[in-house]
């Protein structure tokens, strides 16, 4: 996972650093205040294991983010997370419930082959709280844990862009990492899909001059 994550890393890198090169060339400016966005979006996912037991999960969030738009073909950033998930599955003949708050941070790249669609890869690194309770067994102690885990979120979206302006934008990502107690991963190691819907406005409106 750690390969991944330096492998992709380094090809954001390039490409922001290509991106950024290019706006220069083109408009010959550096570092631009009125390309700096700041905004969120709201997290969702659903999901049903086809894992021994079976089980089905649920997972809402909330994600602040601050990011910079280098070219018109390219946005990056960073992003927050505040994410709460409810799991229940079967282990032999018990059922348990799990729930997890999760507090994380990473950064993210969106690049636009045409208008309006985009691509879009996020690693993160997760903070999680765990607990755990059986639902038949009367009396059994709940299981609590803390944890730290990884994620590399790839995705395709839409949405209505204008540089300068306002970004409303719809995602839907897979995580593509295989750590056990990422947030976006269920009991069996199975990915959920993740919905993300939000809206992002820069500091500084474009105007036309007079």
Not at 147 to 174: C, D, E, P
């Amino acid at each position: 996972m750690k390969k991944i994550l330096c492998t992709c890393t380094t090809l954001v890198l390039f490409f922001v650093a290509n991106a950024q090169r290019e706006n220069e060339e083109e408009k010959g400016l550096g570092f631009r205040k009125d390309n700096i966005f700041i905004g969120g979006s709201i997290s969702l996912g659903f999901g049903t294991s086809s894992g021994y037991g079976g089980g089905n999960t649920f997972i809402i969030g909330a994600n602040p983010e601050v990011g910079y738009t280098l070219a018109e073909w390219i946005d990056a950033g960073i992003v927050f997370n505040t994410i709460y998930s409810s799991m229940r599955f079967s282990q032999g003949v018990y059922r348990y419930r799990q729930t997890a708050l999760n507090l994380g941070a990473g950064a993210f790249v969106r690049i636009y082959p045409i208008a309006n669609f985009f691509i879009q890869a996020q690693p993160e690194f997760n903070s999680i709280k765990y607990t755990q309770k059986n639902l038949d067994l009367s009396g059994a102690p709940v299981i609590s844990q803390k944890v730290k885990a990884s994620s590399f979120l790839v995705g395709v979206g839409y949405g209505q862009r204008v540089v300068g302006n306002f970004n409303f934008f719809t995602v839907l990502m897979m995580d593509l990492g295989k750590e056990y107690y990422s947030p976006y991963r269920n009991s069996y190691n199975e990915a959920i899909p993740i919905i993300r819907s939000g809206f992002n406005w820069y500091l500084h409106s474009s105007k036309k001059k007079k």
